[in-house]
C-alpha cells in the first residue's frame, strides 16, 4: 500500500509520502528519528516486522502520542475501496498474528538482540587479540 518501490521496506521518501497522507506530515529529521526508533536492522527503512513494532509499542503504552510513530499508531487505517478486501484481510491477519504472538515476538526481538551483542563482543575480542599479536611484532617503530 505505502511501499511503492516494492522493496518490502518502507523507505524514507515513502514514509514522508504515507504520514503526508494520513494528514501528519513531519519534518526530514522527523521522519528520520521515526525510522529509528523501530529499525533493528539499521538500513534506513522499515520492514514489515519493524512496522508491527510501531503497533506492539503503541499497545504497550511506550509510544508518545504526539511524536511520528505515535500519530502513524493511532492515524493507520486500512482503505478497503484503496487496497481492496485482500489487502484489508491481509493487514488485519498481520495485526492478529502479532497480537496473538506478543510474547514469542518480544522473545525474538530478545534473541535477536542478544546475538548482536554476542557478535560484538566477539569482534571485540578478535580486535583486542590481533593487537597483541600485532604487539609482538614491534607494535611501535
Not at 68 to 82: F, H, I, N, R, S
Not at 91 to 105: D, H
Amino acid at each position: 500500500m505505502y511501499n511503492e518501490s516494492g522493496s518490502g521496506t518502507i523507505s524514507l521518501a515513502e514514509l514522508k509520502a504515507m504520514m503526508e497522507k494520513l494528514q501528519a506530515p513531519q519534518t526530514h529529521l522527523g521522519l528520520k528519528a521515526m525510522i529509528k526508533e523501530v529499525d533493528e536492522d539499521d538500513d534506513g527503512a522499515i520492514s514489515f516486522r519493524e512496522f508491527l513494532i510501531i503497533f506492539r509499542k503503541a499497545a504497550a503504552g511506550e509510544l508518545d502520542l504526539e511524536s511520528g510513530l505515535g500519530q502513524l499508531a493511532t492515524l493507520t487505517e486500512v482503505d478497503v475501496d484503496e487496497v481492496g478486501v485482500g489487502g484489508a484481510k491481509t493487514f488485519f491477519e498481520a495485526k492478529i498474528a502479532e497480537v496473538s504472538k506478543g510474547s514469542k515476538f518480544a522473545d525474538e526481538i530478545r534473541e535477536e538482540q542478544e546475538e548482536r551483542r554476542q557478535e560484538e563482543e566477539e569482534k571485540r575480542n578478535r580486535q583486542q587479540q590481533f593487537r597483541e599479536r600485532a604487539a609482538l611484532f614491534g607494535g611501535g617503530s
